[in-house]
């Protein structure tokens, strides 16, 4: 697969994964504030912002796209990288981890889920995803965006600054109607393989976030935490379900000791 990769700054390489919707650039200020210590490597994920978004729903399976993340490491000699991944970009960070765990040295998840364990409710999200799906290729990227934005999901940005909330639904608009159809199709959590069997299996040092505000992600994020060995939760008040976003301080207060250089042996 072909994608489009933003890099900056120097030092332990840094692997940031955005969500659903988002791009490199959905990061933000973290990005600069990262660069100052880490080789920062963002990449728009599959069907996102200026990457390959092919129409065949299977390209986006988490197992398909780590695999291309794994070869991105390698050919930047950039692997073990430590990997910031946040929703959609924390299941996939999850499967990089598990498939490839040379490529791994130490794990951020923000808001993340390992999937639907039920096979009835699984069934019922691929349903609810397909007609997402179809809604984007029937009314375009500008509808979908100004409905998705509106979801409860998103209340608590409400709060964040009109510049903020300018810059993210650029990046939002810079996609296709192929890339989110297929990236609902192939790597929503109704497509994906539930990881609840083989969280154990995941070895390397791991942060967990979720906001107070987000009680659906909360709870997934617990059950997340608790299925890795060792893994520490760390809730943000005030915060939804883009912490970093939301109370960008707090974030990168309570990620720095995970992701210290210091902390990484040579």
Known sequence: MSLNVLTAGTGSPLLLLHGFTGTARSW????????ETYRVIAPDLLGHGGSEA????????????????????????AAPAAVVGYSMGARLAMVLALDHPQAVDRLVLESPS??????????????ADGRLAAEVERDGVEAF???W???????????????????????????????LAGSLRGAG????????????????PTLVVAGTLDPVGLER??????????????????????????RPDDFLRITNDLLDPSHIEA
Not at 28 to 35: K, L
Not at 114 to 127: N, S
């Open 149 to 179: 934005e509106t979801l409860p999901l998103f209340a608590s940005h409400v709060g964040l600054p009109q510049a903020v909330r300018a810059a993210q639904k650029a990046e939002r608009l810079r996609h296709s109607a192929t890339g």
């Open 221 to 246: 994020a617990r059950v997340v935490a608790e299925g890795i060995p060792d893994a520490r939760l760390e809730v943000v008040a005030g915060a939804g379900h883009t912490p970093h976003l939301e």
């Open 114 to 127: 390992a999937g639907i364990a039920g096979p009835g409710d699984r069934a019922a999200r691929v349903t």
């Open 28 to 35: 933000g200020d973290r990005i600069e504030t990262w660069a």
């Open 189 to 204: 959590q109704g497509a994906m393989t539930p990881l609840h069997g083989r969280l154990e299996q995941i070895a390397c």
């Open 54 to 77: 092919p129409s065949d729903p299977a390209a986006y399976a988490l197992e398909c796209q780590a695999a291309g993340l794994a070869d991105l490491l390698e050919l930047l000699e």
């Open 145 to 147: 965006i100004d409905r």
